[in-house]
């Protein structure tokens, strides 16, 4: 089990012209971490992160595109990932913090969330490359295959939340941030 | 009498003016010979089958950050379960996503507003609720509305919905 802040560390550490697309607390989480323009917020309809990921990484088969989904986001699209397996992007790598909870609307439990193996699913959907990542040394290891690996790369992280991050949606939400995204990601 | 279906070529052939290169779909019974089964076959397309109709309302909408443009062509069931999606992507972060939606069960030359069916008729009153634009192509000539439409809603950066009233004519069928 890692901390959620700290495993978000490790990986803005690494990220270079990489798209981020983060949802709710791990949207939080990197917004406070790793501010910077080619990050890519989905907030609004909770589920769809890995949809505008992919979108992204049709679009611009040139840039790596990094998925931070949360578990409850991800059981409300699991088709996403038959429809990720089919399309295939090889710039695409689909992170899951998985801490059985929403964690963003009360922290109740999603059913089954103490059992749910998301890298089993994402294999039986048709994803070859998946697996768990439970220590931040795992973490670390793994980033070279997160951010360059052959995709569609999909890792389950077992986290807990970390120091609590300011939760400005007026930020995350704003005109602006999407036109700067717009502008850094467009970029040749 | 009741005028000519639209062409389901003359609607491809307005997607491609419009630059349009990617489709997500899932299939619908209205447009499935007239539009999705040649756009499968069609190597001007990348075409992206889906699992559910909101995966498309994102994937365009990323699509579009890209700078790609795209449409998700879906039936009124699907725009239907769509409408967090749309409203949270398409409405409040005002971007270009581009629907086609067959209108399955409508009654040929029945607006859809006045359809008995009850998805059809409130698909119009909940664009418009939205303020999401929408033309509805039912007979041979309304083609031409498509590709203004979507240049329209790639330069206001705002979503528009073209609903397709009865199944396009294909100029061949099956897959």
Same mark, same amino acid.
């Given at each position: 089990?890692?901390?959620?802040?700290?495993?978000?560390?490790?990986?803005?550490?690494?990220?270079?012209?990489?798209?981020?697309?983060?949802?709710?607390?791990?949207?939080?989480?990197?917004?406070?971490?790793?501010?910077?323009?080619?990050?890519?917020?989905?907030?609004?309809?909770?589920?769809?992160?890995?949809?505008?990921?992919?979108?992204?990484?049709?679009?611009?088969?040139?840039?790596?595109?990094?998925?931070?989904?949360?578990?409850?986001?991800?059981?409300?699209?699991?088709?996403?990932?038959?429809?990720?397996?089919?399309?295939?992007?090889?710039?695409?790598?689909?992170?899951?913090?998985?801490?059985?909870?929403?964690?963003?609307?009360?922290?109740?439990?999603?059913?089954?969330?103490?059992?749910?193996?998301?890298?089993?699913?994402?294999?039986?959907?048709?994803?070859?490359?998946?697996?768990?990542?439970?220590?931040?040394?795992?973490?670390?290891?793994?980033?070279?295959?997160?951010?360059?690996?052959?995709?569609?790369? +999909?890792?389950?992280?077992?986290?807990?939340?970390?120091?609590?991050?300011?939760?400005?949606?007026? +930020?995350?939400?704003?005109?602006?941030?999407?036109?700067?995204?717009?502008?850094? +990601?467009?970029?040749? | 009498?009741?005028?000519?279906?639209?062409?389901?070529?003359?609607?491809?052939?307005?997607?491609?003016?419009?630059?349009?290169?990617?489709?997500?779909?899932?299939?619908?019974?209205?447009?499935?010979?007239?539009?999705?089964?040649?756009?499968?076959?069609?190597?001007?397309?990348?075409?992206?089958?889906?699992?559910?109709?909101?995966?498309?309302?994102?994937?365009?909408?990323?699509?579009?950050?890209?700078?790609?443009?795209?449409?998700?062509?879906? &039936? &009124?069931?699907?725009?239907?379960?769509?409408?967090?999606?749309?409203?949270?992507?398409?409405?409040?972060?005002? &971007?270009?996503?581009?629907?086609?939606?067959?209108? &399955?069960?409508?009654?040929?030359?029945?607006?859809?507003?006045?359809?008995?069916?009850?998805?059809?008729?409130?698909?119009?009153?909940?664009?418009?609720?939205?303020?999401?634009?929408?033309?509805?192509?039912?007979?041979?000539?309304?083609?031409?509305?498509?590709?203004?439409?979507?240049?329209?809603?790639?330069?206001?950066?705002?979503?528009?919905?073209?609903?397709?009233?009865?199944?396009?004519?294909?100029?061949?069928?099956?897959?």
């Amino acid at each position: 089990m890692m901390k959620r802040d700290a495993c978000l560390r490790i990986l803005a550490r690494h990220v270079r012209d990489e798209a981020v697309v983060a949802t709710y607390q791990a949207a939080f989480d990197w917004m406070a971490i790793a501010p910077r323009d080619l990050n890519y917020v989905s907030i609004g309809a909770m589920g769809i992160a890995s949809s505008h990921g992919l979108g992204l990484a049709l679009g611009r088969p040139d840039r790596r595109v990094i998925v931070l989904d949360g578990d409850g986001s991800l059981l409300m699209n699991l088709g996403s990932l038959a429809t990720i397996a089919a399309a295939a992007p090889r710039n695409f790598a689909h992170l899951v913090c998985v801490n059985g909870v929403y964690e963003a609307n009360g922290s109740h439990p999603l059913p089954a969330g103490d059992r749910i193996d998301f890298a089993a699913i994402a294999r039986g959907a048709g994803i070859s490359n998946a697996g768990t990542i439970d220590t931040l040394a795992e973490f670390e290891a793994a980033m070279p295959e997160i951010l360059r690996g052959e995709g569609p790369v +999909f890792r389950a992280l077992r986290v807990e939340a970390g120091e609590p991050s300011p939760q400005d949606y007026a +930020f995350i939400h704003g005109a602006q941030t999407r036109r700067r995204f717009k502008t850094a +990601f467009s970029a040749r | 009498m009741i005028a000519a279906p639209p062409a389901g070529d003359r609607i491809i052939a307005e997607l491609k003016k419009a630059g349009i290169g990617f489709v997500a779909a899932l299939p619908d019974i209205v447009t499935s010979d007239g539009l999705l089964w040649p756009i499968s076959r069609d190597p001007d397309f990348r075409l992206v089958r889906i699992c559910k109709e909101d995966e498309g309302i994102a994937i365009c909408t990323g699509l579009g950050f890209a700078g790609r443009r795209s449409i998700l062509l879906m &039936q &009124q069931t699907g725009l239907l379960d769509s409408i967090n999606a749309l409203r949270a992507v398409g409405v409040e972060y005002e &971007q270009p996503v581009v629907m086609l939606v067959g209108l &399955q069960g409508k009654e040929p030359g029945v607006a859809p507003a006045a359809s008995a069916k009850v998805s059809v008729s409130i698909v119009v009153p909940i664009l418009d609720a939205m303020g999401v634009a929408h033309r509805t192509i039912e007979n041979a000539g309304d083609e031409a509305l498509i590709a203004p439409a979507i240049e329209s809603a790639y330069a206001a950066s705002r979503p528009v919905c073209l609903l397709i009233g009865r199944p396009p004519a294909a100029t061949e069928t099956g897959r």
